[in-house]
C-alpha cells in the first residue's frame, strides 16, 4: 500500500512562514497530481494548491501570492511554502495524493493524516 505522512505543522505568529512536508511511501508505480488541502473547525475541507507530475500548479484565490507548492519527483515528496500567513489559515492541512501502486492498475486517491497549522499571535 501507500502511505502519505505530512510534517512542518505547528503555531506561529500572524505574517510567519511555515514549510510543510508530505512524503509518499510504499507500493508506488507512479505518483500523478498531488494536493494540499485544509480543514479549519465547523468548515468543510478545502483545496489549498495542487501540483503535476510536470510541474504544473494551481492556487486557490486565497492564498494566491503566499503559497507556493512544489515537489520533487525523486524523493516523491510535495512541499507547501507558506509565507504571510493569517489567522484565516488556521486549519488541519491534509496531503492527497493520485497514485498508481505495483499492484494496482488504475490511480486511486491517498491521504495523510494532517498537521495542524494555528496562526496567533
Known amino acids: 500500500q501507500v502511505q502519505l505522512v505530512e510534517s512542518g505543522g505547528g503555531l506561529v505568529q500572524p505574517g510567519g512562514s511555515l514549510r510543510l512536508s508530505c512524503a509518499a511511501s510504499?507500493?508506488?508505480?507512479?505518483?500523478?497530481?498531488m494536493y494540499w488541502y485544509r480543514q479549519a473547525p465547523g468548515k468543510q475541507r478545502e483545496l489549498v494548491a495542487d501540483i503535476t507530475r510536470s510541474g504544473t500548479t494551481d492556487y486557490t484565490d486565497s492564498v494566491k501570492g503566499r503559497f507556493t507548492i512544489a515537489r520533487d519527483n525523486a524523493k516523491n515528496t510535495v512541499y507547501l511554502q507558506m509565507n504571510s500567513l493569517k489567522p484565516e489559515d488556521t486549519a488541519v492541512y491534509y496531503c492527497?495524493?493520485?497514485?498508481?501502486?505495483?499492484?494496482?492498475?488504475?490511480?486511486?486517491?491517498?491521504w495523510g493524516q494532517g498537521t495542524q497549522v494555528t496562526v496567533s499571535s
Open positions: 510504499g507500493s508506488i508505480f507512479s505518483l500523478y497530481t
Open positions: 492527497n495524493a493520485v497514485v498508481v501502486t505495483t499492484t494496482q492498475l488504475s490511480p486511486r486517491d491517498y
